[in-house]
């Protein structure tokens, strides 16, 4: 099985701050991955898929990057509506696994 | 408006058995793979398992921790998905969530539904 790592598992940050979050893979996936937010009590939410593409409707703030093994969502001026869990997936093999999440809170 | 909306959890002794269903509106589901994601209380997200569409012959693929107890199925003719989850533990407590997919490309696991919640405990 792939197994997905995230740093860190946890921020604080104030708003406007630029926050990057990193994911690597235990193997190479291409650029399978996409990467969600979720707050408390929701269904996850995309923001970006392979890799780098950004979703419909998401704030250009948000950004991904990466390929092969090593990914990073970047968010270049944090808002308050930003504080929440962002968890990445790789769907390149089976089992499908998420990153164990990272949590960004109000500093 | 494209929407999943999930239903059929509940309260369910260990070694039970319960049946989610997954509602698809707004797309043409006999397209798309479903998938469905779980989440328990307080701990992160986890792929269950995945039903291709028709033309790669509605064929299934398990997590280790729930194969031969949970199966996928699928009706296109109602526009929906499901779990048949039996010989249930503890560790499945969780929200189950459904979710559109494709192989590759910009429906990857896009449109998530709300979740419903399952408790397994005597």
């Known amino acids: 099985d792939i197994q997905m790592t995230q740093s860190p598992s946890s921020l604080s940050a104030s708003v406007g701050d630029r926050v990057t979050i990193t994911c690597r893979a235990s193997q190479g996936i291409r650029n399978d991955l996409g990467w969600y937010q979720q707050k408390p009590d929701k269904a996850p939410k995309r923001l970006i898929y392979a890799a780098s593409s950004l979703q419909s409707g998401v704030p250009s703030r948000f950004s991904g990057s990466g390929s092969g093994t090593e990914f990073t969502l970047t968010i270049s001026s944090l808002q308050p509506e930003d504080f929440a869990t962002y968890y990445c997936l790789q769907h390149n093999s089976y089992p499908f696994t998420f990153g164990p999440g990272t949590k960004v809170d109000i500093k | ?122």
């Open chain 2, 1 to 122: 408006e494209v929407q999943l909306v999930e239903s059929g959890g509940g309260l369910v002794q260990p070694g039970g058995s319960l049946r989610l269903s997954c509602a698809a509106s707004g797309f043409t589901f006999s397209d798309y793979y479903m998938d469905w994601v779980r989440q328990a209380p307080g701990k992160g997200l986890e792929w269950v398992g995945r039903s291709r569409n028709k033309a790669n012959s509605y064929t299934t693929e398990y997590a280790a921790s729930v194969k031969g107890r949970f199966t996928i199925s699928r009706d296109d003719s109602k526009n929906s998905v499901y779990l048949q989850m039996n010989s249930l533990k503890t560790g499945d407590t969780a929200m189950y969530y459904c979710a559109r997919s494709v192989t590759t490309g910009v429906h990857v696991f896009d449109i998530w539904g709300q979740g419903t919640m399952v408790t397994v405990s005597s």
